[in-house]
């Protein structure tokens, strides 16, 4: 093992090194060190095809938590079976994940562990030539300037949003009111998305993962976006509730804000047309940009229905978005070991409702099929863990 190359990290920027690095075509392992971390990159003729590092939200459990595909709990079962073996492994043999889900993740890890090195400004470098990665690692395969375009437009978002949200355990509260944003400003869909999940409760991360968004950066950007355009802002954390009941309760708790479920009542706002004055709003604001439920063809007023042998309660949608699930923060909050916590979400349309899966361990079933999404019906079944809920429809104007 012939070490042909080290230096500072002062002097020289981890993309300058594998630029040339890769201008030699180089073969072997670049290892890179600071105080409490140390990182490898593996090339085959100047490409980065794997990496490893001891950083530990860099480790492979760290991440699925982190995107939401493993729970905590499922993790560390898994770290206590593992007993020297490979994680991936386990997650296979417990069957947490697919084999091509698991090839689909590591290649994820290997960039999240070298877009991770692009910002580091000390430390030390070594290039050591002709050593290979592990015979069982997945490889990357992605050409350089890709790679690096990718890692530099990470890392200029990475540090900006870092400064916005230092901690992604700070509650997001609306500062602008619904209606009148619903009646006057234009959003793409994944912002108005976004813009509904926020209840003053929510923090970051809770939204990140009710977003649905396996890019939470993308997630991160929008409520940047919110924040800089004074629609939302961000607090401390609220203090924790009082400690819940057993674990294992057979009842279901629902929850709708602060309220106790009460009778349905939906008040309607049609837009304002009074305006004549001449708006750019089209000439400037991007195409996807539209104005809430502007194409929308009736107005749905629902409701969900829980059954159970005890009998059956319902509980309205009157909001333009819901989150089920068995953190406290969801708007219903089924306490089911078999629920995730940000289980499922569903969104108000031009034709209804829709019900969207948030990548749940055990899955969302509508009348019998597990589905990623679906465009409720009246009298739709909706099965998350044991609970079972209905779908009911109380008034459908006429179609426009």
């Known amino acids: 093992m012939d070490k042909t190359l080290e230096g500072s990290l002062e002097r020289f920027e981890v993309p300058d090194l594998l630029t040339f690095l890769n201008m030699g075509r180089g073969t072997g392992v670049l290892v890179l060190e600071r105080p409490q971390q140390e990182t490898k990159m593996f090339l085959r003729e100047g490409k980065p095809v794997f990496a490893n590092s001891t950083r530990e939200d860099l480790r492979l459990g760290s991440m699925l938590v982190r995107m939401g595909r493993v729970k905590p709990d ?15 492994q386990v997650l296979l043999s417990s069957r947490l994940l697919s084999e091509d889900e698991l090839a689909s993740f590591l290649k994820v890890q290997v960039s999240e562990v070298i877009f991770d090195t692009f910002g580091w400004r000390s430390g030390g470098f070594s290039f050591f030539d002709r050593v290979f990665p592990p015979l069982t690692a997945v490889t990357l395969e992605m050409d350089l300037q890709n790679l690096l375009m990718e890692g530099v437009r990470r890392l200029d978002e990475r540090s900006r949003l870092a400064d916005v949200f230092p901690d992604l355990n700070l509650v997001v509260e609306a500062l602008a009111n619904p209606e009148r944003v619903k009646q006057s400003v234009t959003l793409t869909q994944e912002e108005w998305q976004v813009f509904f999940l926020v209840d003053g409760r929510r923090s970051l ?50 929850l709708f804000g602060d309220r106790s479920p009460e009778k349905v009542s939906v008040e309607f706002s049609p837009a304002v047309l009074q305006r004549r004055v001449e708006d750019d709003t089209k000439e400037v604001v991007n195409p996807r940009a539209v104005q809430y439920l502007s194409a929308a063809t009736r107005i749905v007023v629902s409701r969900l229905t829980l059954i159970t042998p005890s009998g059956e309660t319902s509980f309205p949608l009157n909001r333009d978005s819901h989150t089920l699930g068995r953190h ?73």
């Open 74 to 88: 499922d993790l560390e079962r898994v770290l206590q079976q593992q007993a020297g073996g490979r994680i991936g």
């Open 205 to 254: 991360s809770e939204i990140c993962r009710m977003a649905g968004n396996p890019d939470e950066l993308a997630t991160l950007q929008i409520l940047h976006n919110l924040v800089q355009a004074k629609f939302v802002s961000v607090a401390p954390p609220l203090p924790a509730p009082a400690a819940p009941g057993p674990a294992g309760e057979a009842a279901f708790t629902q």
């Open 328 to 400: 406290r923060n969801n708007d219903i909050v089924i306490t089911d070991p078999k629920v995730s916590s940000f289980h499922a979400r569903i969104d108000r349309t031009g034709e209804g409702f829709t019900l969207t899966d948030l990548k749940s361990r055990n899955g969302t079933f509508v009348n019998g099929r597990k589905l990623d999404s679906a465009r409720l019906k009246a009298g739709d079944e909706i099965r998350v863990g044991t609970a079972r809920l209905v779908y009911k429809v109380d008034y459908t104007s006429s179609s426009s």
